[in-house]
């Protein structure tokens, strides 16, 4: 499961002509982590289930800025993270659930339970200030 976000048209524009996109990208990455780490937080926690306890919102997390071996470009995956005892089993974890899993359980649903999506609404929800907080750095450097 992966959250996409896209910023604007003007923001793509402007990486293009960048030669020093290795050294910003991360840093524009890192600064819109946050963000979306708190509207899939946000999000997750609406929903009052068994699969969406505090355990699961607290196993959001963002990983570090890489760049992408296929297709170019950069990227920083927001997921979750860890085990949750009980609830099923997993192979090195016979008592434990991944909370991906979990995860997996609540957007798409499961043979008993409805799906209750909320992936894309996290990331509708954020995109406009993941723009802005990509768009900053990029003033911060003189490149907008």
Not at 104 to 129: H, I, K, M, N, W
Request: aromatic residues 4%; charged residues 25%; contains cysteine.
């Amino acid at each position: 499961m992966k959250m996409n976000l896209i910023w604007s048209e003007d923001v793509s524009a402007q990486l293009a002509r960048i030669s020093d996109l290795d050294t910003i990208a991360p840093e524009m990455l890192t600064a819109a982590a946050p963000i979306a780490t708190d509207a899939l937080k946000q999000r997750v926690g609406e929903h009052k289930s068994n699969r969406a306890d505090k355990h699961l919102v607290n196993s959001i997390k963002a990983g570090k800025p890489k760049k992408r071996k296929k297709g170019g470009g950069y990227g920083l995956d927001v997921s979750f993270s860890g085990y949750d005892s009980g609830h099923g089993s997993s192979p090195g974890h016979k008592d434990k659930v991944a909370q991906m899993q979990k995860a997996v359980a609540l957007e798409y649903g499961t043979a008993t339970q409805p799906a209750q999506p909320f992936q894309d609404r996290a990331a509708s929800d954020c995109q406009r200030a993941v723009s802005a907080a990509m768009e900053d750095v990029l003033r911060k450097r003189g490149k907008l």
